[in-house]
Protein backbone atom coordinates (compact mmCIF):
# COMPACT_ATOMS: atom_id res chain seq x y z
CA UNK A 1 0.00 0.00 0.00
CA UNK A 2 1.03 3.34 -0.70
CA UNK A 3 0.56 6.67 1.47
CA UNK A 4 -2.58 7.46 -0.25
CA UNK A 5 -4.09 3.98 0.29
CA UNK A 6 -3.65 2.72 -3.19
CA UNK A 7 -1.89 -0.56 -4.07
CA UNK A 8 1.63 -0.05 -5.47
CA UNK A 9 2.01 -1.52 -8.85
CA UNK A 10 3.47 -5.40 -9.05
CA UNK A 11 7.07 -5.64 -10.29
CA UNK A 12 8.16 -7.24 -12.98
CA UNK A 13 9.25 -10.35 -10.82
CA UNK A 14 5.72 -10.49 -9.43
CA UNK A 15 4.18 -10.77 -13.11
CA UNK A 16 6.09 -13.45 -14.10
CA UNK A 17 5.68 -15.42 -10.79
CA UNK A 18 1.93 -15.17 -11.17
CA UNK A 19 2.25 -16.07 -14.97
CA UNK A 20 3.77 -19.39 -13.49
CA UNK A 21 1.22 -19.92 -11.26
CA UNK A 22 -1.23 -19.47 -13.42
CA UNK A 23 0.08 -21.53 -15.97
CA UNK A 24 0.97 -24.68 -13.71
CA UNK A 25 -2.91 -23.56 -12.09
CA UNK A 26 -4.30 -24.61 -15.62
CA UNK A 27 -1.63 -27.40 -16.28
CA UNK A 28 -3.10 -29.53 -13.44
CA UNK A 29 -7.00 -28.68 -14.71
CA UNK A 30 -6.27 -29.90 -18.14
CA UNK A 31 -4.03 -32.84 -16.64
CA UNK A 32 -7.06 -33.93 -13.37
CA UNK A 33 -9.77 -33.86 -16.03
CA UNK A 34 -7.97 -36.84 -18.20
CA UNK A 35 -8.91 -39.25 -15.48
CA UNK A 36 -6.61 -42.31 -17.30
CA UNK A 37 -3.67 -40.12 -16.84
CA UNK A 38 -5.14 -39.11 -13.15
CA UNK A 39 -5.54 -42.58 -12.31
CA UNK A 40 -1.77 -43.47 -13.80
CA UNK A 41 -0.39 -41.00 -11.82
CA UNK A 42 -2.40 -42.24 -8.42
CA UNK A 43 -1.36 -45.30 -9.07
CA UNK A 44 2.39 -44.46 -9.76
CA UNK A 45 2.44 -42.55 -6.43
CA UNK A 46 1.38 -45.97 -4.40
CA UNK A 47 3.37 -47.97 -6.16
CA UNK A 48 6.55 -45.83 -5.57
CA UNK A 49 5.70 -44.84 -2.08
CA UNK A 50 5.33 -48.31 -0.80
CA UNK A 51 8.75 -49.30 -3.05
CA UNK A 52 10.55 -46.15 -0.71
CA UNK A 53 8.88 -47.85 2.04
CA UNK A 54 10.15 -51.40 1.56
CA UNK A 55 12.82 -51.20 4.42
CA UNK A 56 10.35 -49.69 6.94
CA UNK A 57 7.47 -52.03 6.28
CA UNK A 58 9.35 -55.32 5.72
CA UNK A 59 12.52 -57.59 6.80
CA UNK A 60 15.62 -57.43 4.03
CA UNK A 61 16.13 -60.78 5.64
CA UNK A 62 13.52 -62.82 3.59
CA UNK A 63 15.60 -62.15 0.15
CA UNK A 64 18.85 -64.26 1.72
CA UNK A 65 18.02 -67.69 0.53
CA UNK A 66 20.53 -69.08 3.69
CA UNK A 67 18.25 -67.56 5.94
CA UNK A 68 14.85 -68.61 4.94
CA UNK A 69 12.75 -72.18 6.37
CA UNK A 70 9.93 -72.58 4.41
CA UNK A 71 9.31 -75.03 1.14
CA UNK A 72 9.37 -73.99 -1.90
CA UNK A 73 6.77 -73.30 -4.74
CA UNK A 74 4.13 -73.33 -1.86
CA UNK A 75 0.95 -71.69 -3.19
CA UNK A 76 -0.43 -68.55 -1.45
CA UNK A 77 -1.79 -69.31 1.83
CA UNK A 78 -2.35 -66.87 5.16
CA UNK A 79 0.83 -67.13 5.94
CA UNK A 80 2.19 -65.95 2.20
CA UNK A 81 -0.13 -64.00 0.49
CA UNK A 82 1.34 -65.03 -3.28
CA UNK A 83 3.49 -67.81 -1.83
CA UNK A 84 6.95 -68.67 -2.29
CA UNK A 85 9.58 -69.15 -4.55
CA UNK A 86 11.55 -72.35 -5.66
CA UNK A 87 13.76 -70.74 -2.42
CA UNK A 88 10.76 -70.63 0.37
CA UNK A 89 10.97 -66.67 -0.20
CA UNK A 90 7.93 -64.79 -0.05
CA UNK A 91 6.94 -64.18 -3.61
CA UNK A 92 5.02 -60.94 -2.53
CA UNK A 93 8.46 -59.82 -0.45
CA UNK A 94 10.09 -60.30 -3.68
CA UNK A 95 7.84 -58.51 -6.23
CA UNK A 96 7.83 -55.79 -3.25
CA UNK A 97 11.58 -55.48 -3.31
CA UNK A 98 11.56 -55.83 -7.30
CA UNK A 99 9.69 -52.62 -7.66
CA UNK A 100 12.37 -50.42 -5.92
CA UNK A 101 14.83 -52.21 -8.22
CA UNK A 102 12.45 -51.35 -12.02
CA UNK A 103 11.78 -48.01 -10.93
CA UNK A 104 15.14 -46.65 -10.31
CA UNK A 105 16.87 -48.51 -13.02
CA UNK A 106 14.22 -47.07 -15.50
CA UNK A 107 13.85 -43.71 -14.18
CA UNK A 108 17.68 -43.30 -14.32
CA UNK A 109 17.71 -44.89 -17.67
CA UNK A 110 15.08 -42.71 -18.87
CA UNK A 111 16.38 -39.60 -17.60
CA UNK A 112 19.92 -40.24 -19.55
CA UNK A 113 18.23 -41.76 -22.52
CA UNK A 114 16.28 -37.86 -22.76
CA UNK A 115 19.21 -35.75 -21.66
CA UNK A 116 21.40 -37.54 -24.30
CA UNK A 117 18.87 -36.76 -26.56
CA UNK A 118 18.01 -33.82 -25.62
CA UNK A 119 21.55 -32.34 -25.75
CA UNK A 120 21.99 -33.91 -29.31
CA UNK A 121 18.96 -32.47 -30.82
CA UNK A 122 19.01 -28.60 -29.66
CA UNK A 123 22.67 -28.58 -30.79
CA UNK A 124 21.76 -30.00 -34.14
CA UNK A 125 18.90 -27.82 -34.74
CA UNK A 126 20.93 -24.21 -33.11
CA UNK A 127 23.77 -24.74 -35.08
CA UNK A 128 22.94 -26.20 -38.06
CA UNK A 129 25.40 -26.73 -40.78
CA UNK A 130 28.04 -29.63 -40.25
CA UNK A 131 27.31 -29.97 -36.69
CA UNK A 132 23.45 -30.94 -37.22
CA UNK A 133 25.05 -33.55 -40.22
CA UNK A 134 27.49 -34.96 -38.04
CA UNK A 135 24.97 -35.38 -34.80
CA UNK A 136 21.95 -36.44 -37.32
CA UNK A 137 24.33 -38.70 -38.98
CA UNK A 138 25.15 -40.62 -35.77
CA UNK A 139 21.26 -40.17 -34.79
CA UNK A 140 20.55 -41.87 -37.57
CA UNK A 141 23.42 -44.75 -37.01
CA UNK A 142 21.69 -45.39 -33.52
CA UNK A 143 18.10 -45.78 -35.16
CA UNK A 144 18.97 -48.25 -37.47
CA UNK A 145 20.29 -50.47 -35.22
CA UNK A 146 18.06 -52.11 -32.63
CA UNK A 147 18.10 -51.05 -29.24
CA UNK A 148 17.61 -54.26 -27.60
CA UNK A 149 20.70 -56.02 -29.57
CA UNK A 150 22.66 -52.81 -28.73
CA UNK A 151 22.20 -53.20 -24.91
CA UNK A 152 22.12 -56.80 -24.78
CA UNK A 153 26.16 -56.45 -26.63
CA UNK A 154 26.82 -53.73 -23.66
CA UNK A 155 25.39 -55.75 -21.16
CA UNK A 156 27.68 -58.38 -22.00
CA UNK A 157 30.70 -56.70 -22.43
CA UNK A 158 30.28 -54.46 -19.58
CA UNK A 159 30.56 -55.63 -15.56
CA UNK A 160 27.50 -56.71 -14.78
CA UNK A 161 25.31 -54.44 -11.87
CA UNK A 162 22.72 -51.37 -12.23
CA UNK A 163 24.73 -49.19 -13.56
CA UNK A 164 26.06 -51.05 -16.55
CA UNK A 165 21.87 -51.49 -17.23
CA UNK A 166 21.25 -48.01 -16.83
CA UNK A 167 24.31 -47.13 -18.92
CA UNK A 168 23.32 -49.89 -22.23
CA UNK A 169 19.58 -48.71 -22.08
CA UNK A 170 19.99 -45.35 -21.78
CA UNK A 171 23.01 -45.07 -24.17
CA UNK A 172 20.89 -46.99 -26.86
CA UNK A 173 17.53 -45.47 -26.03
CA UNK A 174 18.19 -41.23 -27.01
CA UNK A 175 17.84 -41.07 -30.95
CA UNK A 176 14.18 -40.54 -30.84
CA UNK A 177 14.15 -38.29 -28.30
CA UNK A 178 17.17 -36.31 -30.48
CA UNK A 179 15.12 -36.45 -33.69
CA UNK A 180 11.76 -34.67 -32.05
CA UNK A 181 13.56 -32.14 -29.96
CA UNK A 182 15.52 -30.91 -32.72
CA UNK A 183 11.69 -31.00 -34.38
CA UNK A 184 10.78 -28.38 -31.93
CA UNK A 185 14.11 -26.35 -31.40
CA UNK A 186 13.88 -25.63 -35.21
CA UNK A 187 10.48 -24.48 -34.51
CA UNK A 188 10.97 -22.40 -31.87
CA UNK A 189 14.27 -20.95 -33.74
CA UNK A 190 12.13 -19.84 -36.19
CA UNK A 191 10.05 -17.46 -34.18
CA UNK A 192 10.65 -14.01 -34.38
CA UNK A 193 11.96 -12.90 -30.81
CA UNK A 194 14.89 -15.49 -31.15
CA UNK A 195 16.24 -13.18 -33.88
CA UNK A 196 15.82 -10.16 -31.69
CA UNK A 197 17.77 -11.80 -29.20
CA UNK A 198 20.37 -12.64 -31.61
CA UNK A 199 20.31 -9.08 -32.99
CA UNK A 200 20.60 -7.51 -29.57
CA UNK A 201 23.96 -9.48 -28.76
CA UNK A 202 22.63 -12.68 -27.33
CA UNK A 203 25.17 -15.76 -27.54
CA UNK A 204 24.53 -19.48 -28.39
CA UNK A 205 24.36 -19.86 -24.55
CA UNK A 206 22.02 -17.19 -23.81
CA UNK A 207 19.79 -18.32 -27.05
CA UNK A 208 19.37 -21.86 -25.62
CA UNK A 209 19.41 -21.52 -22.05
CA UNK A 210 16.85 -18.35 -21.85
CA UNK A 211 14.92 -19.20 -24.93
CA UNK A 212 15.31 -22.76 -26.90
CA UNK A 213 15.21 -24.75 -23.51
CA UNK A 214 12.22 -23.55 -21.77
CA UNK A 215 9.97 -23.93 -24.96
CA UNK A 216 11.67 -27.41 -25.52
CA UNK A 217 11.30 -28.64 -21.79
CA UNK A 218 7.28 -29.34 -21.95
CA UNK A 219 7.95 -31.46 -24.22
CA UNK A 220 10.92 -33.31 -22.95
CA UNK A 221 9.39 -33.93 -19.58
CA UNK A 222 6.23 -35.53 -21.45
CA UNK A 223 8.83 -37.75 -23.26
CA UNK A 224 10.18 -38.61 -20.12
CA UNK A 225 7.27 -40.28 -18.62
CA UNK A 226 6.66 -42.33 -21.94
CA UNK A 227 10.63 -43.51 -22.02
CA UNK A 228 10.41 -44.62 -18.48
CA UNK A 229 7.67 -47.28 -19.40
CA UNK A 230 9.90 -48.32 -22.54
CA UNK A 231 12.99 -48.09 -19.58
CA UNK A 232 11.15 -50.58 -17.44
CA UNK A 233 10.62 -53.00 -19.99
CA UNK A 234 14.02 -52.66 -21.07
CA UNK A 235 15.08 -53.43 -17.59
CA UNK A 236 13.22 -56.65 -17.43
CA UNK A 237 13.87 -57.92 -20.71
CA UNK A 238 17.55 -57.68 -19.64
CA UNK A 239 17.25 -59.47 -16.46
CA UNK A 240 15.27 -62.04 -17.98
CA UNK A 241 17.97 -62.87 -20.41
CA UNK A 242 20.19 -63.32 -17.45
CA UNK A 243 21.77 -59.94 -17.74
CA UNK A 244 20.45 -57.95 -14.77
CA UNK A 245 22.35 -57.60 -11.26
CA UNK A 246 22.46 -61.09 -9.94
CA UNK A 247 22.85 -59.39 -6.50
CA UNK A 248 19.38 -57.81 -6.66
CA UNK A 249 15.75 -58.45 -7.22
CA UNK A 250 13.98 -57.08 -9.96
CA UNK A 251 11.12 -58.33 -11.64
CA UNK A 252 12.45 -59.25 -14.58
CA UNK A 253 14.86 -61.54 -12.54
CA UNK A 254 11.26 -63.46 -11.29
CA UNK A 255 10.46 -64.24 -14.43
CA UNK A 256 13.76 -65.88 -15.55
CA UNK A 257 13.92 -67.94 -12.01
CA UNK A 258 9.91 -68.61 -12.19
CA UNK A 259 11.40 -70.20 -15.92
CA UNK A 260 14.70 -71.53 -15.31
CA UNK A 261 12.94 -73.69 -11.92
CA UNK A 262 10.10 -74.85 -13.89
CA UNK A 263 7.53 -72.57 -11.96
CA UNK A 264 5.72 -71.93 -15.03
CA UNK A 265 5.04 -75.51 -16.33
CA UNK A 266 4.55 -76.45 -13.21
CA UNK A 267 1.76 -74.75 -12.87
CA UNK A 268 3.39 -72.09 -9.94
CA UNK A 269 0.87 -69.51 -11.58
CA UNK A 270 1.66 -67.70 -8.22
CA UNK A 271 5.37 -66.93 -8.89
CA UNK A 272 5.24 -66.08 -12.51
CA UNK A 273 1.68 -63.53 -12.39
CA UNK A 274 2.86 -61.20 -9.81
CA UNK A 275 6.03 -59.36 -11.30
CA UNK A 276 4.05 -60.11 -14.68
CA UNK A 277 1.21 -57.34 -13.45
CA UNK A 278 3.86 -55.16 -11.72
CA UNK A 279 5.28 -54.61 -15.05
CA UNK A 280 2.30 -54.33 -16.65
CA UNK A 281 0.92 -51.46 -14.39
CA UNK A 282 3.74 -49.41 -13.98
CA UNK A 283 4.32 -48.99 -17.64
CA UNK A 284 0.06 -48.66 -17.55
CA UNK A 285 0.85 -46.12 -15.41
CA UNK A 286 3.66 -44.15 -17.37
CA UNK A 287 1.74 -44.26 -20.21
CA UNK A 288 -1.21 -42.72 -19.26
CA UNK A 289 0.57 -40.27 -17.65
CA UNK A 290 2.48 -39.37 -20.75
CA UNK A 291 -0.24 -39.56 -23.03
CA UNK A 292 -1.92 -36.60 -20.67
CA UNK A 293 1.05 -34.39 -20.08
CA UNK A 294 1.12 -34.38 -23.97
CA UNK A 295 -2.53 -32.93 -24.03
CA UNK A 296 -1.63 -30.18 -21.89
CA UNK A 297 1.49 -29.23 -23.54
CA UNK A 298 -0.06 -29.76 -26.89
CA UNK A 299 -3.50 -28.03 -26.74
CA UNK A 300 -4.14 -29.86 -30.28
CA UNK A 301 -4.25 -33.38 -28.48
CA UNK A 302 -7.00 -32.23 -26.47
CA UNK A 303 -10.08 -32.26 -28.49
CA UNK A 304 -8.72 -35.74 -29.63
CA UNK A 305 -9.00 -37.31 -26.44
Not at 134 to 144: A, G, H, K, S
Not at 255 to 267: E, F, Q, Y
Request: charged share 15%; net charge positive.
Amino acid sequence: MTATGERAAPTAKQLVRARRRAAAAESWRVFRADRGGLAGLVLLVLIAALALLAPLLTDQTGLDVTKVTEEGLQPPSAEHWLGTDESGRSVLLLTWWGARVSLLVGLAAAVLSVVIGTVVGVLAAHFGGWTSAVLMRITDFFLVLPALVLAIALSTVLARGLSTIVLAIGVTSWPTTARLVRAQTLTVEARPYIERAKVLGGGHRHVIARHVLPAVLPLVFANTTLSVASAIIMESTLSFLGLGDPSRVSWGSMLKSAMDTGAVTGGAWWYLLPPGVGIVLVVLSFTLCGRAWEAVFNPRLRGSR
